[in-house]
């Protein structure tokens, strides 16, 4: 059973929402750069960078592995991207939000493009992992609110530090 590009277009908006509610909460904050810079040790991930990473990720789904053409993010790509190690530059909340909007406009924009007959072929950008359209779509959609969950805890423990 393939899944549909429409069924992944409605739970990536379900993952987006609980992402956006997060960053609402961090926006209210009398200092939300403390927040965003929250992380649980040295050279871990803060808030921040959990947040940009799911949209660098998209970014580079919707612009390399899925479909090849240019990015207007790519700047952001060495910063957030797997295997980077957040630094103490942290984007505000409106730059995220800027981000999140941009990446995601992209990826629907790709996925779009993506025929039922198409969801069994491998793409150009994803050969070396073997991964089909499908299993792209799939972990598209598990990768947010993974790295949300993770953001939500850092919130908390910033939290319970105030």
């Known amino acids: 059973m393939s899944i549909d590009t429409a069924t992944v277009g409605q739970l990536l908006e ?58 207007n993010l790519s700047d952001w790509f060495p910063l957030f991207q797997k295997g980077s190690i957040a630094d103490q530059n942290i984007p505000t909340v409106e730059t995220i939000q800027s981000v999140l909007e941009e990446s995601r406009a992209n990826l629907l924009n790709t996925i779009s493009q993506i025929s039922e007959a198409e969801m069994e072929q491998i793409p150009e950008g994803l050969q070396e992992r073997g991964w089909t359209n499908q299993m792209a779509l799939q972990i598209v959609c598990w990768h947010e609110p993974h790295h949300q969950g993770q953001a939500h805890l850092l919130l908390n423990s910033w939290k319970t530090e105030q």
């Not at 379900?14 to 960053?23: E, G, I, S, W």
């Not at 209210?28 to 808030?47: K, N, T």
């Open 14 to 71: 379900l993952n987006r929402t609980m992402t956006l509610k997060l960053l609402n909460e961090i926006s209210q904050f009398d200092d939300p750069q403390s927040a965003l810079a929250y992380r649980p040790g040295p050279e871990r991930a803060h808030i921040a960078w959990q947040i940009m990473h799911i949209a660098i990720t998209e970014e580079l789904f919707a612009t390399d592995r899925l479909r090849k053409t240019p990015s």
